[in-house]
């Protein structure tokens, strides 16, 4: 069976408004999108990247959806007793029943983490300092950097005016001696055996 596409909904700033009530009551966007007064769930997307009034009201309703989902997350791990003293009663077995409980929480959790790392992500944190806390690079003193400039710049003008300076003598490679001047008389090795 075929689904039967309803009426375009425009945008409106009324039905807009009513969308993001919905969602930061804690609502998903799918289920407002079922309602019949709603546009479909693509029409909303759209007017998300269409209107950036809607982006704003969107995205603040959004972080205030994700706080319901927290306040779920606690209903939920506070009502884990219940749930298993209800699969006891039942015949069920209470590890499957609280670990049904834990999928739901691990989902929203990750769910959260993901979409508001800010909020409700792992807070991962690196201070990389020098010792006792003091700043890797030093700030620069401008008037020690200047002195520093003034006292390279004058020492290369003092080599350009005399003769060229040699910081050390060259390097000479020792003499060659007999052992090595008769290579070629070696014997020859075989590799072979």
Not at 155 to 173: F, L, R, S, T
Request: hydrophobic letters at 45%.
């Amino acid at each position: 069976m075929v689904a039967k596409r309803r009426a375009p909904v425009w945008y409106t700033p009324e039905i807009a408004k009513r969308i993001c009530e919905e969602i930061s009551l804690g609502r998903a966007l799918h289920l407002v999108c079922n309602e019949p007064w709603a546009p479909e769930l693509n029409t909303v997307r759209r007017w998300t990247l269409d209107h950036p009034e809607f982006r704003g009201m969107y995205d603040a309703a959004r972080a205030m959806w994700a706080d319901c989902l927290a306040e779920e997350m606690l209903q939920i791990g506070d009502g884990a007793p219940a749930v298993a003293a209800a699969a006891a009663a039942n015949g069920i077995n209470e590890n499957a029943a609280i670990q049904a409980e834990r999928v739901k929480l691990d989902n929203r959790k990750w769910l959260l983490s993901r979409w508001y790392p800010q909020r409700y992500g792992d807070r991962i944190a690196q201070e990389i300092t020098g010792a006792a806390g003091s700043p890797l690079v030093p700030e620069a003193d401008p008037q020690r950097l200047a002195a520093a400039l003034y006292s390279l710049l004058s020492a290369a003008a003092k080599k350009e005016d005399g003769p060229p300076v040699v910081d050390h003598e060259p390097h000479q490679a020792p003499a060659l001696t007999d052992a090595t001047d008769n290579l070629s008389a070696a014997p020859a090795i075989d590799r072979r055996k």
